[in-house]
């Protein structure tokens, strides 16, 4: 009998703690030319439960500049970039299989660089919940400010990456201006830098199975362009 009911509050441990939100896109990796005042991302979170849920935001910047603000428009409103998280009062609330959209806006102020956020949707707004569960969803937000303006990265919207997703090689298309290639993972560690002539190919078989991305820098050390590679 005693087993019987540490199973029943395992099993109804489980269900509590089981992710009852998706978001998509997921991964979030947004290029950002460096005339760009205000840029934006709309995602979509679904409530994938068969009950309403209600739930919290908060933004983590983690290592990003200091310069750059951020600020979310969620279900209810939108607030200003010194708003981090959700207010208790102004919670999200979405019926079995609604969808909602969030926004999230990065002013980068003129700095360049790169920066990852985390975006994290909680079913509590003080951190507790009757579940013992707090966070439902973490979401890295990965941001690249280049330096190039908007016309700029207009020109280079031809250059790609192939094959991709890739077990071992890739090459570039429309590759002309890239002299540098730099592989971050998807929390922006710098993982390999490749020195690159037209038509080259380049070996990535030592990363591991996931998402990467990587930046295409020209011989002024600009940045033409930042693409997502899926490593199989």
């Avoid at 999230?104 to 009757?130: E, Q, W």
């Avoid at 908007?150 to 280079?156: A, H, R, V």
């Avoid at 390999?192 to 190919?201: D, I, N, T, Y």
Wanted: net charge neutral; charged share 25%; with cysteine.
């Amino acid at each position: 009998m005693r087993k019987h009911l540490l199973l029943l509050f395992s099993l109804f441990g489980f269900c509590l703690n089981a992710q009852v939100l998706s978001v998509t896109p997921d991964p979030i990796i947004l290029e950002v030319p460096g005339d760009v005042v205000d840029k934006k991302i709309d995602m979509i979170v679904k409530n994938t439960s068969g009950s309403d849920v209600d739930f919290w935001w908060s933004i983590d910047r983690g290592s990003c500049p200091d310069e750059w603000k951020f600020y979310l428009c969620d279900v209810n409103l939108c607030y200003t970039p010194s708003v981090t998280s959700c207010p208790c009062n102004k919670e999200n609330t979405l019926a079995p299989n609604e969808e909602g959209t969030l926004m999230m806006h990065i002013i980068p102020n003129g700095v360049t660089g790169m920066g990852v956020i985390t975006l994290k949707l909680t079913d509590a707004c003080d951190g507790k919940s009757s579940s013992g569960s707090t966070s439902i969803v973490e979401l890295p937000i990965t941001f690249n400010v280049g330096t190039t303006s908007t016309k700029f990265s207009e020109i280079n919207n031809d250059i790609s990456i192939f094959p991709n997703p890739t077990y071992d090689q890739i090459k570039l298309k429309e590759d002309e201006n890239v002299s540098e290639l730099v592989i971050y993972n998807i929390v922006g560690k710098k993982l390999m830098r490749l020195k690159h002539s037209k038509g080259q190919s380049h070996d990535v078989s030592e990363l591991d199975k996931g998402i990467y991305l990587v930046r295409l820098i020209n011989k002024k050390n600009n940045v033409l362009k930042v693409l997502r590679l899926t490593k199989k």
